[in-house]
């Protein structure tokens, strides 16, 4: 049998491959500037710590490197001579996702200055502390069944009704013991978190350490239940009531903020919590300051730029509102917070970048800042 002539194929060249005119030498010179830094592969092996995580995500891609990101700048702005003040901003299911402790220690480390968050997070904070629990559940449960049991479905997470009516009551006869007059949010869960006996508290720890924590949506939660029930029964005795004044919110965050040497900004989530965070900021012009915005901002959240929603929003684009400084350091990672947070908490921690810090002494006066600068040591 006659064997055919094999078919000769054209050399294969960078000219008869790509369009156009071969790489000139400063091409060359660029591209391998482009090609330098490889990625580099999760050692699992070697990995020993939580530092030593975050440190391998620094050089992997995708969220792993954007984690890893967000924790460099927790750490620059901690170990910055400026001392900003560090705001942090909570929102979403954090509590019913076990990050209690990790917020608590957040506090009580000092590594945070300010918290600004929803009030259901405070709220879940008190029920846990008056001994009630979340307790692990389906998202697939039969929501039906659940209701006949008095039982409340987060997610895959479940919480026990009667115990949210009693803490409501807890919230209502508390507010009873107090004076009737004004209050920021500031001020009524620092008194709050006084009473509050549970040492894991996230409540009384920063009332133990004097750190203020804001919650301008308090009423949309159920300490706002509970304080309703307070509303109503002082409605049928005729007697005056108290007051939460969100204003003064507005008033008593931009005082930290215009009166501190700059600021830096963790938001976990979004919400309402992170846009508090930054008008406090646009704020200034009304103290006569331009802060600039803040120098230092990372977010953890699952919430995307493209809707347009200020949760998803990026820092970019915050700098258009002067919100975060134009030279700001930055970063974003799209990670759930039940999974994000407590690797970023926990690489700051673990590297005893709390040791050298400063508590910040904050004194006020009613609802005026007198006094804002670096107290004591952090001791815990």
Request: aromatic letters at 10%; charged letters at 25%.
């Amino acid at each position: 049998m006659k064997r055919s002539k094999a078919v000769k194929k054209p050399k294969r060249t960078l000219k008869n491959i790509y369009l156009g005119t071969p790489l000139t030498a400063i091409q060359k010179k660029r591209k391998r500037t482009f090609l330098k830094d490889p990625v580099q592969p999760f050692d699992p092996a070697r990995s020993k710590s939580i530092t030593d995580l975050v440190d391998s995500y620094k050089n992997m891609s995708i969220q792993a490197r954007r984690l890893g990101r967000c924790a460099e700048v927790y750490e620059n702005m901690l170990r910055d001579r400026r001392r900003p003040t560090v705001i942090l901003g909570l929102a979403g299911p954090l509590i019913a996702g076990g990050l209690r402790k990790v917020i608590r220690d957040m506090i009580a480390y000092g590594i945070v200055d300010a918290v600004v968050s929803t009030g259901a997070i405070f709220y879940q904070d008190l029920y846990q502390a008056l001994g009630n629990r979340h307790s692990k559940g389906t998202p697939f449960a039969d929501d039906a069944v659940l209701r006949e049991h008095y039982i409340n479905r987060i997610y895959d997470t479940y919480v026990d009704d009667e115990k949210f009516v009693a803490t409501d009551s807890w919230v209502s006869r508390f507010a009873e013991t107090l004076d009737e007059r004004n209050y920021s949010s500031r001020e009524f869960l620092y008194l709050l978190g006084r009473k509050i006996k549970d040492r894991e508290s996230i409540l009384a720890t920063a009332s133990k350490f004097d750190v203020p924590v804001f919650s301008p949506a308090l009423n949309d939660s159920s300490i706002g239940i509970g304080l309703t029930d307070y509303y109503h029964d002082r409605v049928l005795s005729g007697r005056p009531k108290l007051t939460i004044d969100a204003i003064r919110d507005n008033y008593e965050l931009t005082q930290i903020v215009v009166k501190s040497p700059s600021t830096a900004a963790i938001y976990i989530a979004g919400g309402v919590p992170k846009n508090f965070i930054n008008d406090s900021v646009v704020m200034g012009y009304i103290f006569g300051k331009n802060t600039g915005g803040h120098i230092y901002a990372f977010q953890l959240t699952t919430d995307v730029p493209h809707w347009g929603g200020l949760s998803g929003s990026t820092l970019e684009e915050a700098k258009s509102w002067g919100k975060v400084s134009t030279r700001a350091e930055k970063a974003m990672a799209f990670v759930e917070p039940s999974v994000s947070l407590p690797i970023v908490a926990g690489y700051v921690i673990q590297k005893g970048l709390w040791r050298k810090r400063r508590r910040l002494d904050c004194q006020w006066k009613e609802d005026v800042l007198k006094k804002i600068s670096p107290g004591k040591r952090v001791r815990l």
